[in-house]
C-alpha cells in the first residue's frame, strides 16, 4: 500500500509545477553528500572524463576504453537517476534516499583518482577526518 501526503500524491507534488519547485533540491543534496564525504566531488570529474573521452572518440583507437565508457555512463546514470529520484520524487528531502548510489559512485570516485591522485588524496582524508569528528563528536 502507497503512503500519500496531504496533497493526496505519493510524491508530495500534484502538479509539474510543484515537481519543478523542486528543483533547488538537487543542490541540496549534493552539497549535503559533498558536506559529508567530500571525495564525492570526483564524480562531477568522472563525469567530465566520460564526456571528454566521448568527444575525443577514445574507444576507436582503444577498445578497452569502450568497455570502460559504457560502465561509466551506467554508473552516472544510476548516481543522476537516484538523484533525481531523491529530488523530485520523495516527499521530503532526505540523505537516506542517495544511499542505492554510492557503492555505484565509488566506480566513479575511483576512475577520478586514477586520474587525479593527489586531488583524490586530499578530498579522501577530508572525509575521514569529517568521519572521525562525527564519530568523536556522538
Known amino acids: 500500500m502507497r503512503q500519500t501526503t496531504a496533497t ?18 538537487l543542490v541540496t543534496l549534493w552539497v549535503e553528500l559533498l558536506r559529508w564525504a567530500p571525495a ?20 576507436r583507437v582503444v577498445p578497452e576504453r569502450a568497455s570502460a565508457e559504457a ?6 546514470a544510476v ?3 537516484v538523484l533525481l529520484v531523491a529530488a523530485f520524487l520523495v516527499p521530503d528531502v532526505d540523505d537516506e534516499y542517495l544511499v542505492p ?3 555505484v559512485a565509488g566506480a566513479l570516485i ?8 593527489r586531488v583524490g588524496a586530499v578530498l579522501g582524508a577530508i572525509t575521514l ?7 568523536l563528536s556522538a
Do not use: K
Not at 562531477?44 to 564526456?51: E, I, N, T, V
Open 40 to 59: 564525492f566531488a570526483l564524480v562531477f570529474y568522472a563525469a567530465w572524463l566520460l564526456w571528454r573521452s566521448r568527444q575525443e572518440e577514445l574507444a
Open 79 to 81: 548516481v543522476a537517476g
Open 110 to 117: 575511483a576512475w577520478g583518482l586514477r586520474h587525479q591522485p
Open 101 to 103: 548510489a554510492l557503492p
Open 8 to 25: 493526496g500524491s505519493p510524491t508530495g507534488a500534484d502538479t509539474v509545477a510543484g515537481h519543478l519547485e523542486r528543483l533547488p533540491r
Open 129 to 135: 577526518a569529517i568521519s572521525a569528528y562525527q564519530l
Open 71 to 76: 560502465a561509466a555512463g551506467l554508473a552516472l
